[in-house]
């Protein structure tokens, strides 16, 4: 079955410590996101990739990183110059021209 | 700057009520338009889409209008189900580029048997 696979599902971590969240899909999307969610929030945009070896900032990419060497994966690394890293990260792919966003089950990092 | 603006929740309904979540969004450009629905501790789902003025989206009895003229992309249902029960989320495609996805705060909605 085609989809989006986070993982893990579940992430703890020391504070100063970099972490990087896993997103890999086979729907053969060129376009990747990552949006991070706050309890009670809507989703904001972190970063996201048109196309292998390209990606760009979105609203709220200060700490965080990204690689894009293969169309199938896209993870993220949450550094320790992150300031409030503890979240719920989702991670979504799209079709040409935004016509459907399918998203991951999300990993939810506790940094303590 | 684009932005999406919904009803803040809780929005609490009893069973076979009618639903509307507001939706309005900001006026820039021709953006495509979309309500999702999170079930609790999962992602996002596409419940329904329109990509231009005066296209109606639906899907599991749900539907929503673009209204260009004015700016709003309200969700309905004439009967709820205690399975409706999620996070609904009201967005649009970016101005400044069709491959971001900008979206509102998200409606809790909460169905009583």
């Known amino acids: 079955d085609g989809g989006i696979t986070q993982s893990p599902k579940y992430l703890f971590r020391k504070e100063g410590q970099n972490v990087t969240l896993s997103c890999e899909q086979n729907?053969?999307?060129?376009?990747m996101y990552w949006y991070r969610q706050d309890p009670g929030q809507g989703l904001r945009l972190i970063y996201y990739?048109?196309?292998?070896?390209?990606?760009q900032k979105g609203d709220i990419a200060e700490g965080y990183s990204v690689s894009r060497e293969k169309k199938e994966s896209f993870p993220l690394t949450v550094t320790s110059a992150q300031k409030n890293p503890t979240a719920f990260y989702l991670c979504?792919?799209?079709?040409?021209?935004?016509?459907?966003?399918?998203f991951g089950q999300g990993t939810r990092l506790t940094v303590v | 700057g684009d932005s999406v603006t919904q009803m803040e929740g809780p929005v609490t309904l009893s069973e076979e009520a009618f639903l509307t979540i507001n939706c309005t969004y900001t006026?820039?450009?021709?953006?495509?338009l979309f309500w999702y629905v999170q079930y609790p501790g999962e992602g996002l789902q596409l419940l329904l889409k329109?990509?231009?003025?005066?296209d109606k989206g639906s899907n599991k009895g749900f539907e929503a209008t673009y209204r260009k003229e004015t700016t709003s992309f309200h969700l309905e249902k004439g009967s709820v189900q205690v399975s409706d029960s999620a996070v609904y989320f009201c967005?649009?495609?970016?101005?400044?580029?069709?491959?971001?996805?900008?979206f509102g705060s998200g409606t809790r909605l909460s169905i009583r048997p």
């Open positions: 979504a792919s799209s079709t040409p021209m935004n016509t459907e966003a399918f």
């Open positions: 006026a820039t450009g021709y953006p495509s």
């Open positions: 967005a649009r495609t970016a101005y400044s580029s069709a491959s971001k996805i900008i």
């Open positions: 329109a990509t231009k003025a005066d």
């Open positions: 729907l053969n999307h060129d376009a």
């Open positions: 990739s048109q196309i292998v070896n390209d990606f």
